[in-house]
């Protein structure tokens, strides 16, 4: 992917460009066959690189984040950042840094944002994913509610990618490792080679 460069270094995010073109490889290929999903739009960096699989495809990318930021954004909290803080709800706010990152990539029409819980918007889901991408809250109960709500929709041949992967404790916090090793023990999906934290599985078999 060669576009969009310039507007990829003004996107606040946490993916690295490795993961990112990644992103896009994987969605590229399984667009043909499905729709993707991401759980943590945050403010469109990964939207950015699926999103633009999917526009080539002609498919769609749901993007779910209730943009009021998770537990470690919080102020106070290692991941905060002062200029996505709304002062007057007192909240974080990153919906309009999405929004703003959707209009300048051009992806208006190919992303579909939901702003809600990832759990409340699986409550009535219906419809086969080719990818699932898990990048939300990172304390284990929400990593695990991402991975119970959204993996059984995910097509056999499709692909469940989750973010900061760290196998060593002293790099990160572990529920994403936790999570994706129970994904790995389910025998529903396949380890493909992680790049950089992010970990790749293929979904073989089971619901
Ligand atoms: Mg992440």
């Not at 590229?28 to 945050?42: A, M, Q």
């Not at 936790?178 to 023990?185: N, P």
């Amino acid at each position: 992917m060669d576009t969009g460069i310039k507007i990829i270094h003004n996107i606040k995010g946490f993916l690295s460009e490795d993961e990112g073109q990644t992103l896009y490889e994987y969605a590229r290929i399984v667009s043909r066959s499905g729709p993707c999903l991401e759980i943590g739009s945050y403010c469109g960096k990964s939207a950015f690189y699926l999103g633009t699989a999917c526009r080539e495809t002609g498919n769609v990318l749901f993007s779910i984040d209730h943009h009021h930021g998770s537990e470690e954004q919080q102020p106070g909290e290692a991941y905060f950042d002062p200029a996505v803080f709304d002062c007057q709800p007192f909240c974080i706010d990153t919906f309009p840094y999405f929004r703003r990152t959707l209009a300048r990539a051009g992806l208006e029409n190919t992303v579909v944002p939901l702003v809600c819980r990832s759990e409340l918007a699986a409550r009535a889901w219906n419809t086969p994913l080719g990818l699932v991408f898990i990048d939300g809250g990172h304390s284990y109960p929400a990593v695990k509610m991402d991975y119970d709500v959204w993996h059984k929709h995910i097509l056999p041949g499709g692909y469940l990618l989750i973010h900061d992967i760290f196998q060593d404790s002293v790099q990160g916090g572990q529920a994403p490792y936790d999570v994706y090793r129970q994904a790995v023990s389910s025998g529903n999906f396949k380890e493909e080679p992680m790049v950089g934290t992010l970990g790749i599985l293929r979904k073989i078999a089971g619901m």
